[in-house]
């Protein structure tokens, strides 16, 4: 595969679309240099979202664990001491976020895009997110008020975490009419070995 074009998978969340961040999310990863290839406004079912997030067959024990790993840090107990267990009741709490309002969809294509997306994205829980991310600036939420109310975590974004969790999501979401392969003007002073045509 080339890697330029390395493919990921984001959408804006029912939180995202109310809050009026759907042109600042886009800002951010535009200006990185990564390239939109595909882009869409939707309503999910319930039965979507779940195939959504079980397309990865460890995502239930790696988000687990990192629910609990969370708690933890904080000198906290986790809601239970099995992964599985904790995602379980995560996922019943996504399938209401996601269903509640319309989303918008993207594929986001070039080189490390995967990596890129989730660096300008931020860490899952708002509460420990790096400043300057978009869940770090326009989010407040933690694990522990979320699961106290017994919702999802409100992070504003879902992006892929692995380049072929991406693959598996995007041909969920999408099909390969909706995808769209151009060239970007700017692909030129990201990748091209010669700067030529510049100077008049
Ligand atoms: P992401 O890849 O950063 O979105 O994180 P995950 O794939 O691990 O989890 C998917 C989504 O589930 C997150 O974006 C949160 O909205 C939600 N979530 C994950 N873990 C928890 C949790 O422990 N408690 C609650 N309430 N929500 C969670
Ligand atoms: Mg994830």
């Given at each position: 595969m080339d890697i330029k074009k390395e493919r990921t998978l984001v ?23 990564l390239?939109?290839v ?17 397309v990865d067959?460890e995502w ?47 594929v986001w294509q070039g080189v490390g895009a995967v990596g890129i997306i989730r660096k ?39 992006a892929s975490g692995t380049a072929e969790e991406a693959e598996k999501e995007i041909s ?29």
């Open positions: 959408v804006i969340k029912p939180d995202g679309v109310q809050r009026g961040l759907i042109g600042e999310v886009i800002r951010r990863y535009e200006r990185s240099g390239k939109l595909a882009t869409k406004m939707v309503i999910p079912t319930s039965d979507f979202v779940e195939k959504h997030y079980l067959p239930m024990t790696k988000t687990g664990n990192k629910t609990i790993e969370s708690y933890r840090k904080k000198g906290k107990n986790p809601p239970s001491e099995d992964p599985i267990e904790v995602t379980k009741i995560v996922l019943e709490n996504l399938k209401k976020y996601l269903v509640a309002g319309p989303v918008v969809a993207m300008i994205t931020g860490s899952t829980e708002p509460l420990t997110s790096d400043v300057g991310t978009i869940r770090g600036d326009f989010t407040i939420d933690s694990y522990e008020l979320a699961d106290s109310d017994g919702r999802a975590v409100r992070n504003i974004l879902h969920l979401w999408f099909s390969p009419e909706e995808i769209v392969d151009y060239r970007l003007i700017n692909e030129a002073m990201i990748y091209d070995v010669d700067l030529n045509g510049i100077m008049e």
